[in-house]
């Protein structure tokens, strides 16, 4: 049986103190617990770019007026693979918040720890903890 395939945009939101805003994955959700950075599946017609955009807007209430691609990377889960759009966000509208009611949190860039986020999401948070990019 083919795997599902999942291609997901996601927004690392830094403020201009250096700081990234994050939120928790519910508990009965793939990979719940951990942490992330917020977005979601790309739906039909979209780009990366475009879901984010969108996704960011319905989880954590901004409205994106910067963002560029920092890293594409694709994991294979067991049951699915996933490609993920990492996209810097540097300006937006509106202060973020867990409009689903999912917890979150703002960390200094330097200070996010790669075990809190799923496995997929380390070697970015590795790249982040090491380059302070711009």
């Known amino acids: 049986m083919e795997k599902k ?3 997901i945009a996601a927004g690392v939101i830094r403020n201009s103190n250096n700081a990234i805003f994050i939120t928790q994955r519910s508990a009965d959700s793939h990979m719940g617990g951990f942490w992330e ?3 979601g599946k790309l739906e039909q017609g979209e780009n990366p770019e475009q879901a984010l955009i969108r996704e960011l ?3 954590v209430g901004i409205e994106v007026t910067h963002s560029e691609l920092l890293d594409t990377i694709t994991h294979e889960f067991p049951d699915r693979n996933i490609t993920l759009y990492f996209f810097l966000v540097d300006e937006w509208k509106n202060e973020p918040f867990g409009r689903e009611g999912q917890p ?3 960390v200094l860039q ?3 720890i790669a ?3 799923p496995p997929a999401n380390r070697s970015i948070v590795s790249f982040l903890t090491k380059d302070p990019i711009g």
């Open 5 to 7: 395939h999942l291609r």
């Open 37 to 39: 950075f917020p977005g």
């Open 57 to 59: 807007k319905e989880e």
């Open 104 to 106: 979150y949190r703002w």
């Open 110 to 112: 330097s200070e996010l």
């Open 115 to 117: 075990d809190e986020f």
